[in-house]
């Protein structure tokens, strides 16, 4: 009550802060006159100026005022668009690393230029993030004529294009991109082997569109690059027809957590059945034998029991892709983890395709975070302001619209069942058709829009529907769901970021009806009649009262609830919403609290009768809402606290993968690893404070041969008098630098160098990619501690930091192998032979909690691939084989991948045949 009367005398801190923001606006307006007046030239050399102003030791927040206003004309000559005062404000906050909170319609797009030409200025690069290319592309073609005017150059970062013009488009003052392509590509940079094969620059400023999406949603998800793993498709085919024979009564369902488990009685009947097919070993199912037939069945109950067909994912064209949970998109070469996948294609009939291994990973929290500095925008964020100021310390500030909302929400109604609330939705549809009113509906699955829409088939309504299988044409339906009588079913936000504009959009109808249509005065006039024809129709729409969103189920997370609501009454325009709610709804089945449920079936509801809107029906709705969205905040931390354990291993490795790349030599990395071998191996074998009788001479021994390659007398060396440690270390250092040394005399110095580098490199490459798989396996299991009363992160925190000590023990065990190994051979350069090109390295976003994948773009493409060949070094100098190869490697010469095919035809990778290094 108190804060109520505080707020209403002083204003909330929200209020406070945009009231102080309005200052600098007006000293923006105050060089309005003076920019206007300005030629074209004149206002181009800006940028010039203020990188000389820059230059002089002025910061970003002095040109700010006069940076502003030289966007803001610049937007008025290339777009006819100038920026409000309250999108000023928005560009201030953004400038600040802060989140504007801007409603559906005012103009986020614009704002966004204000801050990122500013930023731009200081020549390091801005990153603008979107949720998907088309927005990526669209933006930067769109807003790019202010930045180009300016004499700013503009990239995009899209899949399927070119490393090349990746660098390009890294390389430009401003660069949009989609949040999964750039930290694919901060991934995949730390998996080359030389900086100019790297397209990223040092991180600067990111401003991230759609900051709830995809700091918030997507952020419970790590991108993940993975290889592929041996085939076990016959072995997916087998569970699965096992697990089909299984009954409701022999498993346990977890709809909350999307788990599934066997019962007593399942697992006694699973037993059985595995025996009959021969899969089991010995009598009992969870025997350590079995532990890879255990997770082939729990995958393949949940792809039978969990996993629904049309609602998570799709078969087209003989493949299963995944439905995106927030979007409702198809992604196509994206693929679920842990054998899910494979599991759902058993379940499905169709092609199985092998398993991957993770060779790099990243949270968007912690990629984000490497920014100086982030901002973001949106037209939901209050709701997690906590969040994003806990995880990213970002502030949340709302920006007032620049018209008065006169959108109408109405309360919810609720029904007994969905077919009863999908007959009483489609009525209503009607008569608000009827009278010309655009209508949207927004479902929360393909099968929900699909089954709407037979509804409206029935009632005669004719309309569109977007969803997962049409999304080619998403933003093209959205942006004319406004038109006079359009009914336009959306599942779950799709086309957001897309404009709704009352009587349709003069760009795209221009697009689709005048495409082929030549410049010229006919084009002209035809323009000319769209946009009476738009503006007639729109005022018929502002007649019949605006968009009418009509939403058929409430989402979990009241943000999304919110952007639909948003999408109507757009700059002051007027607009309807409501939500049509059932006892069958997902939210109120699994989340909603008993009484609800009791109430309900209690009430004396006719069938396909509505219950009277009620304030407490709704306040038992949010109270769901509230639930799963502190579920889900308690997921994201947990996926931080775990990634940030990753993320300093991450940090050490990619941080020397950097160093190694960039030095000239790494012979005195080889060397220390080498000596510290040695040092290793005479400590377990004489451990201080025993005497030479004690010593291991013989495991010594088996060692030094084994490691260095070397066969030292230690008899005679034993024989001597005041024999110590110390004297074996010093002895064994030498005779391994004096072996090495004669080995490489005859090599050429800048071969050797690139020999050492490319070892180096690909033992850490190779120990990190185990090492992650090993973190993975640890990750799934560790909150078994918890029955031990022991607190599942700090143990994953010691185990992490162990298994870490001890990965850097085998890469410098594996390196002073290889080196000491290593035989070479001069051959002539000897004619290239076609070989089968490498497959491509898969990325994915996957949630390591429920294994759901929900990125929003397609892979990055056939040039993501990463091959391991030792780079730069020429065909006709010395190449290096091991002793494993042997002297006699045909193929040594040859410039060939050290993933691909060997050519000798054996079936087996080249580097674990003819080209393997020990």
């Not at 002083?10 to 206007?36: A, C, M, Y």
Request: charged share 30%.
């Amino acid at each position: 009550m108190f804060g109520a009367f505080a707020k209403s005398v002083f204003g909330s801190s929200n209020d406070r802060t945009v009231k102080s923001l309005r200052k600098t606006v007006e000293r923006i307006n105050s060089f309005e006159p003076t920019i206007s007046a300005m030629s074209d030239d004149e206002l181009r050399n800006q940028t010039v100026l203020f990188r000389q102003r820059l230059a002089e030791g002025q910061t970003l927040d002095d040109l700010l005022p006069e940076a502003f206003a030289t966007v803001r004309e610049a937007a008025k000559r290339t777009l006819g668009q100038r920026h409000y005062d309250v999108q000023m404000i928005g560009g201030i906050v953004l400038h600040r690393g802060e989140i504007a909170e801007m409603r559906t319609g005012e103009g986020k797009t614009l704002v966004a230029t204000l801050a990122t030409y500013l930023n731009a200025l200081e020549g390091k690069g801005v990153h603008v993030v979107t949720v998907n290319d088309y927005l990526a592309r669209r933006d930067c073609d769109w807003m790019g004529r202010v930045y180009r005017f300016l004499g700013l150059t503009t990239g995009t970062i899209v899949p399927n294009i070119d490393e090349q013009e990746r660098r390009a488009a890294y390389d430009a003052d401003i660069t949009y991109a989609t949040n999964n392509e750039l930290g694919f590509d901060y991934l995949r940079d730390n998996m080359k082997y030389e900086r100019d094969q790297m397209v990223q620059r040092p991180f600067n400023f990111a401003i991230v569109d759609e900051v709830d999406s995809i700091l918030i949603d997507e952020a419970r998800t790590p991108l993940i690059i993975s290889g592929p793993t041996d085939d076990k498709s016959e072995l997916y085919i087998a569970v699965d027809k096992l697990v089909k024979q299984l009954v409701p009564d022999d498993y346990e369902k977890d709809e909350k957590q999307r788990n599934i488990t066997l019962t007593e009685e399942g697992t006694e009947k699973m037993e059985r059945l595995l025996e009959g097919a021969g899969l089991l070993q010995g009598a009992n199912l969870y025997d350590f034998e079995n532990t890879a037939v255990v997770h082939h069945v729990n995958q393949a109950l949940r792809a039978n029991a969990m996993f629904r067909r049309d609602i998570d994912y799709i078969v087209k064209d003989g493949k299963v892709i995944i439905i995106d949970e927030f979007t409702g998109r198809m992604m196509d070469g994206r693929r679920w983890s842990d054998g899910l996948h494979q599991a759902v294609e058993a379940k499905e009939g169709v092609n199985i395709e092998p398993e991957n291994q993770t060779l790099a990973s990243i949270t968007f929290q912690n990629y984000f975070r490497m920014y100086p500095k982030i901002s973001g925008m949106t037209g939901t964020a209050s709701t997690e302001a906590g969040e994003f100021y806990d995880i990213y310390k970002m502030n949340v500030v709302t920006i007032p619209t620049n018209l008065p909302i006169r959108r109408v929400d109405e309360e919810d109604l609720f029904y007994k069942s969905t077919e009863d609330k999908f007959a009483g939705i489609a009525r209503t549809i009607k008569e608000h058709q009827a009278k010309g009113q655009p209508v949207l509906v927004g479902t929360v699955s393909i099968e929900k829009s699909e089954l709407l829409s037979e509804f409206l088939k029935k009632e005669d309504v004719p309309h569109s529907v977007l969803n997962a299988r049409f999304h080619e044409s998403e933003a093209h339906i959205v942006a004319q769901a406004g038109r006079l009588g359009a009914v336009t079913i959306a599942t779950n936000m799709a086309g957001r970021g897309t404009d709704i504009q009352l009587g349709g959009n003069l760009e795209l109808r221009v697009d689709d009806e005048l495409k082929d249509m030549p410049e010229g005065p006919e084009r002209e006039a035809a323009i000319t009649r769209i946009k009476a024809e738009i503006e007639e129709e729109r005022q018929q729409v502002l007649e019949r009262g605006g968009l009418f969103v009509l939403a058929t189920e409430r989402h979990e997370s009241r943000r999304i609830d919110n952007q639909l609501r948003g999408r109507s009454g757009r700059q002051g325009d007027p607009g309807l919403s409501r939500f049509y709610l059932s006892l069958d709804d997902d939210l109120l089945r699994i989340f909603g609290p008993d009484t609800l449920f009791a109430r309900m079936m209690r009430s004396s509801l006719e069938d396909g009768e509505a219950l009277p809107p009620s304030k407490w029906m709704s306040k038992a709705i949010e109270t769901a809402q509230k639930k799963v969205e502190a579920r889900n905040y308690d997921i994201r931390k947990q996926v931080v606290e775990y990634d940030d354990v990753m993320n300093d291993q991450r940090k050490v490795i990619y941080e020397q993968r950097s160093d190694i790349m960039d030095a000239e030599t790494v012979s005195d990395v080889v060397t220390d690893m080498r000596h510290e071998t040695v040092n290793v191996l005479v400590g377990n074998a004489c451990p201080p404070g025993t005497y030479p009788e004690q010593w291991d001479i013989a495991g010594l021994k088996a060692e030094t041969e084994r490691l260095l390659n070397l066969t030292p007398d230690f008899d005679a060396w034993l024989a001597e008098d005041h024999v110590e440690p110390e004297m074996l270390e010093e002895r064994l250092v030498a005779l391994s630098d004096a072996a090495l040394e004669e080995r490489v005399a005859a090599l050429n110095e800048q071969s050797w160098k690139q020999i050492e580098k490319s070892i180096l490199l690909q033992n850490l490459d190779h120990h990190w990619k185990e090492h992650l798989a090993t973190l993975d396996a640890l990750r799934q299991v560790v909150h078994l501690r918890a029955y031990a009363q022991k607190t599942p992160i700090n143990e994953y925190k010691q185990e992490a930091f162990a298994l870490f000590e001890r990965m850097l023990g085998s890469i410098r065990e594996d390196v002073t192998y290889t080196i000491s190994h290593l035989q070479f051979q001069m051959n002539e350069p000897s004619p290239a032979i076609d070989l089968p090109e490498l497959p491509d390295f898969l990325t994915s976003h996957i949630d390591p909690l429920t294994g759901e994948d929900n990125s929003a773009d397609i892979d990055a493409g056939s040039r993501g691939f990463i091959t391991t060949t030792i780079p730069g070094l020429p065909l006709s100098t010395p190449r290096a084989v091991s002793d494993a190869a042997g002297a006699d490697n045909e193929f040594a010469g040859l410039d060939i991948s050290r993933n691909a095919p060997c050519p000798c035809g054996s079936g087996e990778k080249y580097k674990h045949c003819h080209g393997a290094l020990g």
